[in-house]
C-alpha cells in the first residue's frame, strides 16, 4: 500500500508540472551594437540569452543597452511586459514600448507574442512612432494577449 501513496504523489507532481505556468521572452538583436536586456525590480534576468520563468512574469522591462541607457532603461526605448495566463476576460498579459521621460527613442525596437495571440505586437521605427507610450494616458498602445503560457519576442533594429 505504501509504494501505491507513493505511485500518487509523483504522478500528482507530473500533472502540476505538465500544467505550470511558464513564459519565454527571445532576443533578437541586429543592430550590431549593444546587448538586449531584462530587468524585473533590481534583478538583470537576461543579457540577450532567452529567459524563460516558471509563473507569471510581471513589471520587467527591456532595452538595448548601448552604453547610454540607465539601469531601468533610463535615455532609451523601452519594452514594457507581463506575461500572466489570464485567470478572467480581460486579464491575461501584455505589452507595450515606452518613450515616456525619462525614456527616448534609441534604436528601432518592436516585439511580437508567439505561442498564442500569434501576430500582434508592435514596432517603433522612429522617435514619433504612433505605436509607443509618450504619457501614461497612452493605454490605446499596449497590446494584450489573452493565451495561457504566451511567450514574446523583441527584436532591436529590424
Same mark, same amino acid.
Given at each position: 500500500?505504501?509504494?501505491?501513496?507513493?505511485?500518487?504523489?509523483?504522478?500528482?507532481?507530473?500533472?502540476?508540472?505538465?500544467?505550470?505556468?511558464?513564459?519565454?521572452?527571445?532576443?533578437?538583436?541586429?543592430?550590431?551594437?549593444?546587448?538586449?536586456?531584462?530587468?524585473?525590480?533590481?534583478? *538583470?534576468?537576461? #543579457?540577450?540569452?532567452?529567459? /524563460? !520563468?516558471? $509563473?507569471?512574469?510581471? =513589471? &520587467?522591462?527591456?532595452? @538595448?543597452?548601448?552604453?547610454?541607457?540607465?539601469?531601468?532603461?533610463?535615455?532609451?526605448?523601452? *519594452?514594457?511586459? #507581463?506575461?500572466?495566463?489570464? /485567470? !478572467?476576460? $480581460?486579464?491575461?498579459? =501584455? &505589452?507595450?514600448?515606452? @518613450?515616456?521621460?525619462?525614456?527616448?527613442?534609441?534604436?528601432?525596437?518592436?516585439?511580437?507574442?508567439?505561442?498564442?495571440?500569434?501576430?500582434?505586437?508592435?514596432?517603433?521605427?522612429?522617435?514619433?512612432?504612433?505605436?509607443?507610450?509618450?504619457?501614461?494616458?497612452?493605454?490605446?498602445?499596449?497590446?494584450?494577449?489573452?493565451?495561457?503560457?504566451?511567450?514574446?519576442?523583441?527584436?532591436?533594429?529590424?
Amino acid at each position: 500500500m505504501l509504494s501505491w501513496k507513493y505511485f500518487a504523489a509523483a504522478l500528482a507532481l507530473v500533472v502540476a508540472q505538465a500544467n505550470a505556468e511558464t513564459h519565454t521572452v527571445h532576443f533578437t538583436n541586429n543592430c550590431g551594437f549593444g546587448t538586449p536586456t531584462l530587468i524585473q525590480g533590481p534583478n *538583470v534576468l537576461s #543579457t540577450g540569452g532567452d529567459f /524563460t !520563468s516558471n $509563473g507569471p512574469l510581471v =513589471s &520587467a522591462i527591456a532595452y @538595448l543597452q548601448t552604453g547610454a541607457c540607465g539601469f531601468n532603461g533610463e535615455g532609451c526605448t523601452l *519594452v514594457e511586459l #507581463t506575461l500572466i495566463n489570464p /485567470t !478572467s476576460p $480581460g486579464s491575461g498579459s =501584455s &505589452a507595450d514600448i515606452s @518613450l515616456i521621460a525619462p525614456h527616448a527613442f534609441s534604436v528601432t525596437s518592436g516585439f511580437g507574442y508567439f505561442n498564442g495571440c500569434d501576430g500582434a505586437g508592435a514596432d517603433c521605427t522612429n522617435a514619433n512612432c504612433p505605436t509607443a507610450f509618450r504619457n501614461p494616458d497612452d493605454t490605446f498602445v499596449q497590446v494584450a494577449c489573452q493565451s495561457d503560457n504566451v511567450n514574446l519576442a523583441i527584436t532591436f533594429c529590424d
